[in-house]
């Protein structure tokens, strides 16, 4: 029988050759392989949608050499595993509020304020850092204008505002 057949040159498990591979077997099943019943030796069983649940189980957590399948899927557990998990996470500030420290629309020039402020203050980056507790590389991303790249916080916005009594924010 020829390879992809449809089905209808006998083969009821007495012996015959594969539909799928045409492999000459005395031990021919039926499988639904794409909708179409074909009769099919233990090799492209597999294929068919009538297999055992341990086989399927396997075969969707290995693939063909043991590799794990489905990566995504996985993935998405794994990250599920972790948020049930009652570790605290490190990158999270007890008591920040996440949702409400989000940067506020800033006025055209912002850095340059904050920069010459600063300046006129006669103070460096790392001292204003360490003076209202934030992180350097944050208030270098203010004073060169890419607070909003470098995903900086509305809280150091505010901290600014009112240190140096300038407006950042519109």
Known sequence: MAKYSTGSGGGD????ACEL???ESASLRKANVAGAQL???SDCEPMGANRHKDEKKRDQQEGSRGEPQNRKKRAAQNTAKLMESNEP???WVEGAEYDEDSLPYLVSGYGDRVTEARQDAGLTTEEVAEELDVDEDDLL???EGRA???DVGGAIIAKLEDRFGIELAE
């Open 13 to 16: 498990d007495g012996g015959d």
């Open 21 to 23: 591979c045409g492999t």
């Open 39 to 41: 009769h099919v030796c």
């Open 89 to 91: 996470d490190t990158d």
């Open 141 to 143: 991303a203010v004073e």
């Open 148 to 150: 909003i790249r470098a």
